[in-house]
Structure formats: C-alpha cells, structure tokens
C-alpha cells in the first residue's frame, strides 16, 4: 500500500475529511495507479457515486479493452434488488452495479472511474 491512513487532505486551499472507506479507496487506487493524487480524486469521485446510487447515476469509466463506456446505473433495491441472487458484497477493487439500460448487473475497477455527473 502506498499510505496507511490519510487522515484530511489539503485541496487547493481546502482541507477535506474522508472517511475510512474512502482513505481505503484512495489508497487502492494510488497503488494501482502509482499517483496519490490520482488516488484521492478518483476516491472522491467514488464517494460522490455513492451518494447517488439510491437513484440512478451517470457514469463514465474506460474500460480494460481502454474504450470508454457510458453508464446509467444503480445499486437501488427497488430496480434491481429482484436480480440480487448473493449478498450483495463488493468485490475488492471493483464496484458492482445494476446496468439500467442494460438490465444487467455491471462491474468496473475502482481506478477506471472518469466522470460521474
């Protein structure tokens, strides 16, 4: 791991507390990537997935093949909790989501996140 703990960070000028998830997060992918910065805005922007995961999100992540991809997506019980067929846990590195236009569940690395509006 590149760091153990990252307690606040300095933006700009702007000191922001992340939580124990998203230090991990951050942590993942500044490995991966080999840029701490990197690893905290990309952590970031996974925390703000998040927040708007409950509704449907719009995302966009570069696939492994280096293509992007465009995706409407949730983790929302209601739209997608009938094709939940486990117990729902994340897998390391990764974030699962239901695909909405799609109407499959879809995975992408942590690190490959771009934009989430």
């Known amino acids: 791991m590149v760091q153990t703990t990252i307690p606040t960070v300095a933006l700009a000028n702007l000191t922001v507390a992340l939580s124990d998830k ?9 490995e991966r990537t080999g840029s701490l910065e990197i690893g905290i805005a990309k952590a970031l922007m996974l925390e703000q997935l998040e927040s708007k995961l409950n ?31 486990g117990v729902g846990r994340e897998h390391y590195g ?24």
């Open 55 to 85: 509704g449907v999100a719009h995302i966009i992540f570069q696939k492994r093949d280096m293509s992007y991809r465009e995706m409407y997506c949730t983790t929302n019980p209601s739209l997608c909790g009938k094709h939940v067929k």
């Open 22 to 30: 998203t230090i991990e997060r951050a942590n993942l992918i500044a």
């Open 94 to 117: 990764t974030k699962v989501v239901w695909d909405v236009e799609m109407g499959k569940f879809r995975s992408f690395r942590l690190e490959s996140i771009l934009k989430v509006f």
